[in-house]
DNA sequence: CGTATCATTGACGTCGGTCAATTCGTGTGG
DNA sequence: CCACACGAATTGACCGACGTCAATGATACG
């Protein structure tokens, strides 16, 4: 458990003193109706790094809310090929799909060392149904996916190797997430492989590693033993950043 | 209003008339409740091909239900470059995000002509409070996007050009869609230039151009005219198939 | 310490991009 | 009805980004 580098496990004994209740499904409910999810959770868990929390084509019975750890999205092609569809962090809801009873579509793999809460499937539509806040919760969650959704493909058709690694890895600063300034000389722990890099942004492990050197050698950024480190935010930003209105023509 | 491949633009006299009401949101309503949308609606809108529904970064106020045409979500990058999301049919929900009031996060093009039914934007969560199967139904539909959303990913990101193309337009094939089979000999209309392949995918217009023409070279589909004409389902699909199971370790 | 995994680097090949010219198709105006 | 214009499709020549193959180092773990 000690490899865990989004801090120690979590596993909180009631859903009162869950620390990320807030950024999850569960934060749609008031402090003092926290029973509604209580009685419906199966239980917690702890799953090892590198094991899979399901697999596509799977029946599962099951879904999870992430309490903390890092696990990547997935899905295998038919050459063999792996695409990491999302990086989860603590707060995601994961599992969930149009057809729940379908098999699934992805599969789910633990980085590191991930602690989950469990809820039952089947009941889960009818536990929606009786609580709409977390119908709501749940719908803007998706939103917001759909909308990572695009900023991942956008990423990956439209843009260059390296252009396509500084921006996959300045999502991971925390500050430029939450639309603050991060600073140059920020570092965060980032507990991917270079393989793991290419595989969500559709390039080989050894040419990751050289657009690396590239971005360190510019004095862009920094990563080193699974620790990232910020040295030019601006560089960086000018190089992967949207036009902002729709610039068609004069 | 003629070059519409989709069939005739249809606006509806009502929304009991509205053929295409079981694909649409609307679709979650009885037929003796439609009065709660019907009410709530502004008006049908007809839009001209190779225009602008809406832009990214604009502050819309309305809300779209595709009713028939073909439309194009795309962003623009900082290089010019542009991408497109996802080409939309009939039944689709357009300009809805994660943050209603926030400027949109990308644009939408009519590739034909267009009808739509237009929403208050405003109004539009109070709609839902109150008619919980309405949000049902868009949650729906929204997980169902999710789930398109990887799929476009998984294609741009880890699959050749020639697959790329072969899975895209396999799409188009409602047979196909409908998971029935399709047949070879299928012939559908397909209003996208070349050009706006090449943006799906991430691959420029004249590598477009030579892709074509080895899929017809080696008899597997035919796109001329705006017309695709589907030859050999097996081989694309060969082509074209994800690993149904994760296929991990043995 | 020995082994496994990950990172790093070089040599070389190829897929897809760029530039540019030509053809095709459709719509327009005379 | 024909001439022209414009965008889309098509093709060739050439080049560069990225992939493949393979060898070597660095780290972590039992």
Redesign the interface.
């Known amino acids: 458990m000690s490899k865990n580098l989004d801090g120690l496990p979590v596993v909180p004994k009631s859903c009162a003193d869950c620390t990320i209740r807030e950024t999850t499904v569960c934060g749609a409910l008031h402090a003092d109706r926290l029973d509604i999810v209580e009685k419906f959770k199966i239980c917690d868990r702890i799953i090892p790094a590198h094991t899979?929390l399901y697999?596509?084509?799977?029946q599962l019975d099951e879904i999870y809310n992430l309490l903390s750890g890092w696990v990547a999205l997935y899905?295998?092609?038919?050459?063999?090929?792996?695409?990491i569809?999302r990086i989860e962090r603590s707060g995601a809801f994961l599992g969930?799909?149009?057809e729940l009873k379908e098999p699934l579509?992805?599969?789910a793999e633990c980085i590191t060392d991930v602690a989950v809460c469990v809820f039952p499937r089947r009941a889960f539509p009818e536990l929606?149904?009786r609580h709409?806040v977390l119908?709501?919760r749940?719908?803007?969650m998706?939103?917001?996916?759909?909308?990572r959704?695009?900023d991942?493909?956008?990423n990956?058709?439209?843009?260059s190797g390296i252009e396509r690694v500084a921006h996959f890895l300045l999502q991971f600063f925390p500050r430029h997430q939450y639309r603050q300034h991060a600073l140059d000389g920020d570092m965060v722990a980032l507990p991917l492989t270079q393989e793991m890099i290419g595989d969500?942004?559709?390039l080989t492990p050894v040419h990751i590693n050289r657009i690396l050197r590239q971005l360190r050698e510019r004095g862009l950024l920094v990563l080193h033993h699974k620790t990232l480190q910020l040295l030019d935010l601006e560089g960086l930003r000018?190089?992967?950043?949207?036009?902002?209105?729709?610039?068609?023509e004069p």
């Open positions: 899979q697999r596509a084509g799977e899905r295998i092609l038919e050459s063999g090929k792996r695409q569809l969930y799909q149009a579509l992805h599969s929606l149904e709409p119908g709501k749940l719908m803007g998706m939103a917001h996916e759909v909308a959704g695009h991942h493909l956008t990956v058709g439209g843009r969500a942004l559709g000018r190089m992967t950043e949207l036009s902002e209105l729709d610039g068609a």
